[in-house]
C-alpha cells in the first residue's frame, strides 16, 4: 500500500491539475515544481524566487482550495527554493527530447519507407531564432545555420567549444530544432554520458546490434558535453566506428564540449584528429553590448522589459557568462516584484549589490608574460625563445600555466603566442604545475641578487594577485 502521504500528494496534484487547467499545469507546475503534501504544510520547491512571487500572487488560491478539496482542512502553504531544481529540469528537459528524437527519427527496421509524419511539437526554449548573435559567437552562429541548411554538406563534423554558460547547449538545441522540423530527418541528441551508459548496457545485455542500429542510422547526430570521453578506451573506440559510418556517408555528427579538441585529455588521437577535420568553431564570454541584448531577449521572454538605463547599468555590472546575466536578471525581476516597486536604476544596484558572477578582469597574455618576466628579472623575448636555462624555463612554465587560467586562450593558442611552441609543450606545464600544486611542493630559484623559495601555490597566488 503506498504511503498516506503520498497518496495525499497525488490527490492534490490531479485535484490542483484540473483547476488550473492543462496548458498553465504544463507551463508552471509540470517540471517546475516540486510540491509535497506534509503533516503540517504544503511545500512547493521552486527554482528561484521568480517563480516562487509569481505562483504565491496567481495560483495561491488554487493551492489553498485544492488542499481544502482533497485533504479536508486549511494548511499553510510554504514555498522552497531549490537550488538543483533547474539543473534538473533542464537535464530532464534534454533527455526527453533526446528520446523523442530517437523515437521519431529512427525506425525499428533498416528500410527507410515513409512513416508518418510526427505531431509537431511546441516551440522549445532554444532556437537558432531566439539567439543573441555579437563578436563573441558570430562564426559559431554562422556555423550553426549552416548545419541546419544542409547538415554534412560543407562540413563534418562541427565542434562547438567553450567556457560554461556562453551559449553551446543554445546553439546545439537550435540546430536540432531546426532540422526536427524537416521530413524524413532522422537525428537523435544526447550527452557522451548517456552514449556511454547506453554502450556500456548494450554490452551487459547483448544487445549491442540494437544501440548501433540506433545510433548508426541517423542523419544528423549531437553529443554534448563529449570532454566526458575522456579516459574511456572502449567507450571512445566505439565512438569512433560510430563516427566513421557517418563520415562515410555525408552524414552530420554535431559536438560540444567546454575545451578546443586538441586540449582534450587522454583522448585518442584518431578522434581529436577526425574533429579538427571538420569545423571547430569557439564561443567566448559575451562583450557589453551582447550581454544588454541578451538580456533585453530574456526580460521580453519573462514579460518584464527593462528600461534602457536598467539594461545598461546590469550589463556594465554582470560581466561574466549568459547564466550569469540570467541570475542577475531572476533576480532583479524578483525583488521588483516582491518590494512592489518599478525597475529603476535604484532598485537595480541594490539588487546587485552583493551579486557574485564569474567577472574576470581581462588580461591578455603579453601583459603575463611582462609581468613574470619583470618578476624572475628575464625580458619576456627571453621567454619566448627557445633558450632553455632554469630560470628562463621556470618563467616560461609559470607564463603558460598563468595564461591558460587567466584568459580564455586554447592551449594551442598560447604555444603559438609564446614563440610557435607546440600545444603538449603547455599542456605538460600546466600538469606539472597541477601536480606541484597539489604536493605543496616548493619551487627554488636564483635570480640576479639572491637564492629565492616559494611554494608553488603562493609563487601563482602572488603572480595573480598582481596581475588583477
Keep these: 500500500m503506498a ?6 500528494t497525488d490527490s492534490f496534484l490531479a485535484d490542483l491539475r484540473a483547476a488550473v487547467g492543462p496548458e498553465r499545469w504544463r507551463v508552471w507546475f509540470e517540471d517546475s515544481t516540486h510540491i509535497h503534501v506534509g503533516p503540517d504544510s504544503l511545500t512547493v520547491g521552486v527554482a528561484n524566487l521568480f517563480i516562487s512571487d509569481y505562483l504565491k500572487s496567481h495560483f495561491g488560491d488554487h493551492l489553498a482550495a485544492s488542499a481544502r ?8 502553504v510554504v514555498f522552497h527554493v531549490e537550488a538543483d531544481l533547474f539543473q534538473r529540469r533542464r537535464e530532464k528537459n534534454l533527455a526527453d527530447a533526446a528520446e523523442a528524437e530517437e523515437q521519431l527519427g529512427v525506425p525499428p527496421a533498416p528500410p527507410r519507407a515513409a512513416p508518418a509524419p510526427p505531431a509537431r511539437p511546441s516551440t522549445p526554449l532554444f532556437t537558432l531564432e531566439n539567439f543573441v548573435v555579437g563578436p563573441c559567437n558570430r562564426m559559431a552562429f554562422a556555423a550553426a545555420q549552416s548545419a ?3 547538415p554534412g554538406k560543407e562540413f563534418h563534423p562541427l565542434f562547438i567549444h567553450g567556457p560554461c554558460g556562453v551559449g553551446k547547449t543554445h546553439l546545439v538545441q537550435g540546430i536540432l530544432w531546426a532540422l526536427r522540423r524537416r521530413p524524413n530527418l532522422r537525428v537523435a541528441c544526447l550527452s557522451a554520458e548517456q552514449f556511454t551508459n547506453r554502450y556500456i548496457a548494450g554490452m551487459r545485455t547483448n544487445s549491442l546490434d540494437v544501440f548501433r542500429h540506433r545510433y548508426r542510422n541517423l542523419d544528423v547526430l549531437a553529443i554534448d558535453d563529449v570532454h566526458f570521453l575522456a579516459g574511456k578506451r572502449a567507450t571512445q573506440e566505439e565512438f569512433l566506428h560510430t563516427f566513421n559510418e557517418f563520415d562515410g556517408r555525408g552524414r552530420l555528427v554535431i559536438l560540444a564540449s567546454d575545451s578546443h579538441p586538441r586540449d582534450l585529455e587522454a583522448v585518442q588521437d584518431r578522434l581529436v584528429s577526425r574533429w579538427v577535420g571538420g569545423l571547430v568553431v569557439r564561443l567566448a564570454a559575451p562583450d557589453h553590448e551582447t550581454r544588454r541584448r541578451i538580456l533585453e531577449a530574456k526580460a521580453v521572454q519573462m514579460g518584464r ?10 550589463a556594465e555590472r554582470v560581466q561574466g557568462s549568459v547564466r550569469d546575466l540570467e541570475g542577475a536578471l531572476t533576480r532583479l525581476v524578483a525583488c521588483a516584484a ?3 516597486q518599478p525597475m529603476t536604476e535604484e532598485l537595480a544596484r541594490q539588487a546587485l549589490a552583493d551579486f557574485v558572477t564569474t567577472r574576470r578582469t581581462v588580461i591578455g597574455l ?20 627557445r633558450r632553455k636555462s632554469r630560470l628562463i624555463s621556470l618563467a616560461r612554465q609559470v607564463s603558460m600555466v598563468l595564461g591558460r587560467e587567466l584568459t580564455d586562450l586554447s592551449y594551442a593558442d598560447i604555444a603559438r603566442l609564446m614563440g610557435g611552441k607546440n600545444h603538449t609543450t603547455v599542456l605538460a606545464a600546466c600538469r606539472k604545475w597541477g601536480h606541484l600544486v597539489k604536493q605543496a611542493a616548493e619551487v627554488r630559484w636564483t635570480d640576479r641578487t639572491d637564492h629565492r623559495a616559494m611554494s608553488a601555490e603562493a609563487l601563482l597566488e602572488h603572480l595573480k594577485e598582481h596581475l588583477r
Design 69 to 76: 478539496r482533497t485533504l479536508g482542512r486549511e494548511l499553510p
Design 338 to 340: 516582491l518590494l512592489k
Design 366 to 385: 603579453d601583459q603575463i608574460v611582462d609581468h613574470v618576466g619583470q618578476f624572475f628579472g628575464v625580458s619576456a623575448a627571453d621567454i619566448r625563445s
Design 3 to 8: 504511503p498516506l502521504q503520498s497518496v495525499h
Design 305 to 314: 522589459p527593462l528600461p534602457e538605463e536598467v539594461l545598461t547599468l546590469v
Design 148 to 150: 541546419a541548411g544542409a
